[in-house]
Structure formats: C-alpha cells, structure tokens
C-alpha cells in the first residue's frame, strides 16, 4: 500500500520542517530607555563561567548583528546598567549604533580580552569609584567650552550646561577654536597698544618733569631712564629731610 492512503499515516509531502531558529533572533530583545534615546538590548547571558571582563571605551569587539558576526568599536558604557553601545564597522553612522548587556553572549573580544577586574571589587564599588567615562567627558568638555567661551559666542555658559551627548558630538570645535583665537589676538593687541600708550604718557611725563626739577636746581639728565629718573628723585628728597 503506497505511503499516505490509508489509515490517516502523513504522506511525505505533508510532512511540515521547522526551520532552525536564527542565531539573533533567539536573542532576547528588550527595550530600555537609555540616557539619550532607545535602543535594543541584547540580554541572553553567559554562563557565569565564561563571563566577559565588561568592555571599556573604544574596545575592539564582535557582536552579532542581523544574522551575522560583525566587528565593531565600543562607543560607550553605563555600568549602573551593565551595558555598553558599539558602532560597526560596516555600519558606521549613529542609526546603527546597537547596546548589549554585559552578559550577552552576543559579543565577544577582538583578540585577547583585558585582564579582569578584582572578583572582590563589587559593581556597586566599581559604580561609586569610577564614574560613567562618557559622562564625565561630557563634563569635562562642557568646562573647556565654558572657560573658553568667546564673549559675543552664540551659546551661553546656561545653554552650554544643558547640552546633550547629540549636541556636544556636533559643536563646530574648529569654528570655536578659530573665534577664540580671534579674541585672544584682540586683546593681547589691545594689551600691548595700552602698554604703548602708557610708556609715551609717562615718558611725556618725565620730559616734562625733569625740565622743571633742572630749572630749580636739581640736575637730571633729560635723556636718563625712568629708572634713573625715580633713583635721582628718591636722592633728592632724602637729601630735604636730613638737611630740615
């Protein structure tokens, strides 16, 4: 009796093959809100035996990426949450930017990983004693363009303080720099035409004094420096008071 005419047996061509489950979809997605947007979170964990050291800025890791293993930089960390963003190399514009846990097995390290931290440092220890790195470059940067704010710039030192890890990425540095060299230039020029204007003043000044000291009997050189000028003026007036 052929296959699949009798008693209800499935033929072959009934028979229905689930197709293996793809290597990112079986990873857990979970949407969180991040300090500046959303992002996806891979979150499948590592046996605790083969757990990562957590990735610092600018590590070299792979990560699994729509279906495939992709390279990648480490852009930034937040250990209050245990995850890290990272750009790939194939993809390298910040819409493709993509956070894994700590403990995804979605990622490893390009070469040999850095040693590991201290098991007795705890992520609470780590939390209080390192501060998140991108945040405190943030703060950092934000303080350099306070200090260096040219008076007439278009942002406030207010505005500066509340400007997003966006904003800092796309400040104009080169159009910064150039406008505070412009403005140090003025005023180091305005700092030297002022000493120029008040050495004439002063040596107008001397000339003059001078002039009425010799016509009262006290030699001065009408050409001696203003150095001289005041030893010459010191020894007079010492000489007034011994002789009243």
């Known amino acids: 009796m052929p296959l699949g005419s009798g008693n209800g047996s499935p033929s072959r061509s009934n028979i229905q093959h689930t197709p293996p489950t793809d290597s990112v979809t079986s990873v857990n997605h979970i949407h969180l809100i991040d300090d500046d947007n959303t992002e996806n979170i891979y979150t499948t964990d590592k046996p605790s035996s083969g757990l990562l050291p957590p990735p610092t800025i600018g590590a070299r890791v ?6 495939s293993r992709r390279s990648g930089t480490v852009l930034s960390v937040n250990d209050k949450r245990g995850i890290f963003k990272m750009r790939f190399d194939e993809f390298p514009t910040a819409q493709f930017d993509y956070s894994f846990s700590y ?8 070469g040999a990983p850095p040693p590991s931290t201290d098991s007795t440092i705890t992520l609470f220890e780590r939390i209080v004693n390192e501060p998140e790195p991108l945040f ?8 350099l363009i306070k200090f260096m704010l040219p008076p007439d710039w278009e942002l406030t ?16 540095i080169v159009a910064f720099m150039q406008s ?23 040596q107008r000044l001397q000339v003059e004094a001078t002039k009425l ?15 001289d000028f005041e030893e010459h003026i010191e020894r007079y007036v010492t000489q007034v008071q011994k002789s009243c």
Request: charged share 25%; hydrophobic share 35%; proline share 4%.
């Open 103 to 110: 403990n995804s097995s979605a990622w490893s390290y390009i």
């Open 180 to 202: 505070y060299r412009e403005k140090m230039t003025k005023i180091v020029e305005q700092h030297k035409a002022d000493e120029t204007h008040w050495r004439t003043s002063t």
């Open 213 to 227: 000291l010799n016509l009262c009997g006290i030699p001065i050189p009408m050409d001696c420096s203003i150095e």
């Open 136 to 143: 405190t470059i943030a703060k950092k940067f934000k303080s």
């Open 62 to 67: 792979w990560a699994m990426y729509q279906g």
């Open 157 to 172: 030192p207010e505005q500066i303080l509340l400007m997003s890890y966006d904003d800092l990425s796309q400040f104009d």
